[in-house]
């Protein structure tokens, strides 16, 4: 009889263990579910997060050399290169590379994500203005770009380049300061003034360097070079969203089976860089040279410098700028369409959802 009694609690614990298994599974799949509702809802999103994190890694130490050229004098490139590498190693081409990590992942994410609603927004106001969609336009097949495409896609892009100026803005400054930090300390003054404020950024991290910035300049040394840095950013996202969007257009008209073949995306991420940076870098030089001076210039007000479209010195690092960005955007752009296309593919079991309390959402 005990022995009976045992092996019916023993059947017991087992069924017990059996559906507790069950239940860890069902939960497992209902995370799952959700977590593939919740990535298909913000696809946009979370595609060009993670795409970010991979481009901005890969080209980094192209930004690096890109800022030294415009922010000091070197011989060429390469002299740049060397100079880097002896004085530095090899760590020295990804230096404050923590910062651009976060703080372009954040900037892309929120700046796709404005660029998307100001997109369909544009384009419910132009149709009801001239009766023409102008995202229709731009999904038919063999359809080129119009008036109203470009117009669509270039001030959508130009509300996204400014909206997010006020996040960028902080981390770029703080991201500059890394990278020139050891030039800046081994560049003195002829009066030697402010010396002890050049070094006093060498080798630090983002918040240390924000700190610092702000023991200096006060709060909103944060924001030193605002207004070119907002000026850069309209004009620059305005162009590359409205490039991007009309050479993929005329290299992937057959839009009905594949609305983005690899080689319209890879070229057309590649030429957003590529005429962006041509237009707006004198306007670039002039932000990272004026915020080089606001970093060593302590209390005092910093030199100004004037936007130059004809004069070289502003075009220094333009080959560079516009090498990495080539390299940078045809990553991001490859890897962005891929992740939404696998992220458009997940099916979600609907009915599992709703069984256990979780309805379709909107």
Request: contains cysteine; charged residues 20%.
């Amino acid at each position: 009889m005990p022995e009976r009694n045992h092996d019916r609690a023993a059947i017991s614990t087992d069924r017990d263990r059996s559906t507790q298994d069950i239940q860890r599974v069902s939960r497992k799949l209902i995370r799952g579910e959700q977590a593939k509702r919740w990535m298909k809802k913000y696809r946009t999103e979370v595609a060009a997060s993670s795409s970010s994190l991979l481009s901005t890694f890969v080209a980094y130490p192209l930004d690096s050399v890109k800022t030294r050229l415009q922010a000091y004098k070197f011989h060429s490139f390469s002299d740049c290169v060397r100079q880097t590498y002896r004085t530095e190693g090899f760590h020295g081409f990804w230096r404050g590379v923590w910062s651009p990590l976060l703080s372009i992942t954040l900037v892309r994410t929120v700046s796709f994500s404005i660029y998307q609603k100001s997109k369909y927004k544009l384009d419910e106001w132009i149709y009801r203005a001239t009766g023409t969609s102008p995202l229709v336009i731009a999904n038919t097949r063999d359809a080129l770009p119009t008036l109203s495409t470009i117009a669509c896609f270039g001030l959508a892009g130009a509300t996204a380049g400014a909206a997010i100026t006020t996040i960028a803005c902080p981390f770029e400054l703080t991201k500059l300061s890394a990278q020139i930090s050891v030039l800046m300390a081994d560049t003195k003054d002829s009066d030697h003034k402010n010396d002890a404020v050049r070094k006093s950024y060498q080798n630090l991290g983002t918040f240390r360097t924000a700190r610092k910035l702000i023991e200096h300049r006060g709060y909103m040394g944060l924001y030193s070079g605002f207004h070119l840095h907002l000026l850069r950013d309209t004009i620059g996202t305005g162009i590359y969203f409205m490039t991007y969007e009309s050479v993929k257009q005329l290299l992937a008209n057959a839009r009905g089976a594949s609305p983005t073949t690899p080689l319209a995306v890879v070229t057309a991420g590649g030429m957003c860089g590529l005429v962006s940076w041509a237009c707006i870098f004198p306007i670039d030089t002039a932000k990272s040279i004026y915020q080089r001076n606001c970093l060593i210039s302590g209390k005092d007000k910093a030199n100004r410098p004037k936007i130059q479209f004809l004069n070289p010195r502003m075009y220094r690092g333009l080959g560079v700028s516009m090498s990495r960005s080539c390299v940078v955007n045809a990553i991001f752009f490859s890897a962005f369409e891929f992740s939404k296309k696998h992220i458009n593919g997940f099916s979600i079991d609907e009915e599992l959802l709703r069984e256990n309390g979780l309805g379709i959402e909107r």
